[in-house]
């Protein structure tokens, strides 16, 4: 039963109880990770472990792995998480289900700063940074290019499909100058810069950037969630019901593009996670923005912790990068959305 | 009082000018329609009138208060706007759509309330889609989702309302029972209703004043017994026009070409 119909004191209680069992899935999948790995550390050893680790001494094996491993699925989480909050948010600017930060060639522009840092032997601090870089400078271009449509608010539709079709020649553009970077790298270089490309946490640290930017993002969604649900629902007439649509998009706009550069520096780039996850969170909570965007971090960052887990189990020893687990399933599903939408 | 009025309003699109100086009120209770053949202006003016797009020149007041002046939601407690067409991106249940309404009520706040529940019902009722409530609106006919946008339309509970060409896409008996409850909220509740429609008919039937734009920078504002009138009606619509009387009302139809 679909929950508009039940009275109201029940949608409260229903998004809470949907963001409380998001988090114990999260929880779990964090745990899960930690156990999971070329050891395994019995569910027996694991509350002796969390123990030594609350006390800040992990002294035996199986806290040692754990904080491992954790750490590494922590990085996970925080960049599904601002993946999917990035890709939410640019759908409902957009209002289109399909849209994702990596279509409007953003992270292919955090991928141009990278590599081009990578390519004049910069240290791993240079890499980030021009990555960022990279991504804040699509962002504006695209920002500049479709200000008009954007201030405007007038041509809604008009407007969003100008603004998706300039972000796919952007990323287009951004691409050819991967491929021309990749083709006249030293044979050295060019492992770490296709790791790079399709995304790897193996060698991503813990930081706390990520998470406050995440933090950050997660409360300007709140505040606007039901103002992305009337713009949502009736495009630019939403000015008609009180909302600053013009001042809405900048930040929906902006705010996605930082949290894609915060998850593009601290991970590579990791395709699909900002389609699929909205995708599903909206298949099965429906499409109201107040439950969507806990819920769709918590399964953005539970489903990414899931992919890393796998990614490094699966033709263990060797490690796959995380980007190619996540792109052989947003891929279908990309398809899938597409064909379900022109019918 | 007068509830919405236009001074020396000057619309253009391109290098066209659509509407002259236009210096118009509509007070409460009053029943707006607005006539004139495709191109003419009417949703320029109306979208104008809403706040949604700027005019060329002059201004519009709602409450004696120029648009610019009011704060986005305070004015949307004044008036509300029925667009022209609209389109579904997602799964929205109906129920979901209408209490989007109630937006410009509840500043800060995270939820609504169990009376904007209420609100949303006694609307859907009031245009008898009350059973759909909790269907997709994606999955709804033309006119049903019609009437579903003109029940969120009526729980934004403004005196003021516009609407782009509200009968589009109902079938005879609902055009007509939407048509009527428009006139009964100006009647009863001293709502100001400017719409736009096709139909002389329908508009002859339930407005009290009718604006003719003739899409060239000339119009005309009146009481429907004088603006309504064959003559000027077929010179602003382009095609000769026949009045009859028939049980006390006035049919209007084109006269056939004798071609």
């Avoid at chain 1, 998480?81 to 939410?88: D, K």
């Avoid at chain 1, 060698?203 to 993002?217: I, Q, T």
């Avoid at chain 1, 909570?285 to 796998?310: E, K, M, W, Y």
């Amino acid at each position: 039963m679909h929950a508009s119909a039940l009275p109201v004191q029940s949608h409260r209680r229903r998004a809470t109880l949907i963001v409380g069992a998001m988090l114990a899935f999260a929880a779990a999948t964090l745990l899960f990770a930690g156990m999971t790995g070329s050891i395994r550390v019995p569910l027996a050893d694991v509350p002796e472990a969390l123990r030594q680790l609350a006390t800040g001494r992990p002294d035996s094996l199986s806290a040692s792995l754990i904080d491992l491993r954790a750490s590494r699925a922590l990085v996970a989480f925080a960049t599904g998480g601002a993946l999917a909050l990035a890709g939410l948010m640019m759908q409902a600017l957009l209002r289109n289900p399909l849209a994702d930060p990596y279509i409007l060639g953003v992270s292919t522009g955090a991928s141009v700063g990278a590599l081009l840092a990578m390519l004049l032997m910069a240290s791993a601090l240079t890499i980030d940074a021009a990555a960022l870089a990279g991504a804040v400078g699509v962002a504006l271009l695209l920002y500049v290019l479709a200000r008009r449509d954007m201030r405007s608010g007038q041509a809604a539709e008009g407007g969003a499909a100008m603004l998706l079709l300039t972000g796919v020649i952007v990323s287009a553009l951004c691409g050819s100058l991967v491929t021309l970077m990749l083709s006249i790298a030293p044979e050295g270089r060019l492992r770490s810069m296709v790791f790079w490309l399709i995304g790897d946490l193996s060698g991503a640290p813990l930081r706390l950037a990520p998470w406050l930017v995440l933090a950050g993002a997660l409360l300007f969604a709140m505040k606007h969630a039901r103002a992305m649900n009337v713009v949502a629902l009736h495009a630019e007439a939403a000015v008609t019901l009180g909302v600053r649509v013009g001042a809405l998009r900048k930040g929906l706009f902006f705010v996605s593009a930082l949290l894609t550069a915060s998850a593009v520096t601290s991970a590579g780039a990791i395709g699909f996670v900002g389609l699929i996850v909205p995708h599903a969170c909206r298949f099965a909570f429906g499409p109201d923005h107040r439950v969507l965007i806990p819920a769709t971090i918590l399964s953005g960052g539970a489903f990414l912790v899931l992919c890393d887990t796998l990614a490094r189990t699966i033709v263990a020893p060797q490690q796959l990068p995380v980007g190619a687990i996540t792109a052989m399933i947003g891929a279908p599903v990309f398809l899938y959305q597409l064909h379900r939408l022109r019918k | 009082m007068t509830m919405i009025s236009a001074h020396d309003l000057t619309l253009s699109a391109g290098q066209r000018t659509l509407v002259q100086g236009l210096d118009w009120a509509a007070r409460a209770g009053e029943c707006w329609s607005i006539i004139g053949r495709n191109g003419a202006g009417k949703s320029t003016l109306l979208r104008t009138l809403a706040g949604l797009q700027p005019a060329a020149a002059g201004m519009v007041q709602i409450g004696g208060r120029a648009l610019n002046d009011w704060p986005l939601e305070e004015l949307a407690r004044q008036r509300a706007f029925l667009a022209q067409s609209r389109h579904d991106a997602f799964a929205y249940t109906v129920i979901e759509s209408v209490l989007s309404a109630r937006h410009p009520y509840h500043a800060g706040r995270y939820w609504e309330g169990s009376d904007d529940q209420q609100i949303a019902m006694t609307s859907l009722a009031a245009m008898e889609v009350d059973d759909l409530a909790a269907r997709d609106v994606r999955t709804l006919s033309g006119g049903e989702r019609q009437r579903v946008a003109i029940a969120a339309l009526l729980a934004q509970q403004t005196p003021l309302l516009l609407l782009d060409e509200p009968a589009n896409a109902l079938d005879l008996a609902h055009q007509v029972s939407t048509m009527g409850l428009l006139a009964r909220l100006c009647r009863e509740q001293g709502k100001t209703v400017v719409m736009i429609g096709h139909d002389l008919n329908l508009a002859s039937r339930i407005s009290s004043h009718c604006l003719l734009l003739m899409g060239d920078g000339r119009w005309q504002a009146g009481a429907v017994a004088d603006t309504m009138q064959p003559a000027l009606l077929g010179d602003y619509l382009g095609h000769p026009i026949d009045m009859l009387e028939h049980g006390g009302r006035r049919i209007f139809i084109p006269k056939e070409s004798s071609a």
